[in-house]
């Protein structure tokens, strides 16, 4: 059974950074393409970035493109999402996700927990 599970959420400052891991356990990790979004208080879950199993092509949502990078380390079945000049409004709970397509939008089959970020003003 595949499991995803995120990990490097926290409380940061306006400005500030963090780096969030989404570690999948399973086999064939270097098949799906992964997807990052977030759920903020009160809001619906939101896509924010997506890249292939290659790790060559990305997407991004308008409003993370040049703060949020993509990544993926196959060899260590784990994907990650730096965040970069964080703001409030980036506060939510992120997920990870696989799926075998490359998806921009929420139909991917496996999810994780989510891992919370908070940034303050």
């Known amino acids: 059974q595949l499991q995803l599970v995120e990990a490097g959420g926290g409380l940061v400052q306006a400005g500030g950074s963090l780096r969030l891991s989404c570690t999948y356990s399973?086999?064939?990790?270097?098949?799906?393409?992964m997807g990052w979004f977030r759920q903020a208080p009160g809001k619906e879950r939101e896509f924010l970035a997506a890249?292939?199993?290659?790790?060559?092509?990305?997407y991004y949502e308008d409003s993370v493109k040049g703060r949020f990078t993509i990544s993926r380390y196959n060899a260590k079945n784990t994907a990650y999402l730096q965040m970069n000049s964080l703001k409030p409004e980036d506060t939510g709970v992120y997920y990870c996700?696989?799926?075998?397509?490359?998806?921009?939008?929420?139909?991917?089959?496996?999810w994780g927990q989510g891992t919370q970020v908070t940034v303050s003003s």
């Open positions: 996700a696989a799926d075998l397509a490359f998806r921009m939008d929420d139909a991917y089959y496996f």
């Open positions: 399973g086999r064939f990790f270097s098949k799906y393409g």
């Open positions: 890249i292939d199993w290659t790790g060559v092509t990305t």
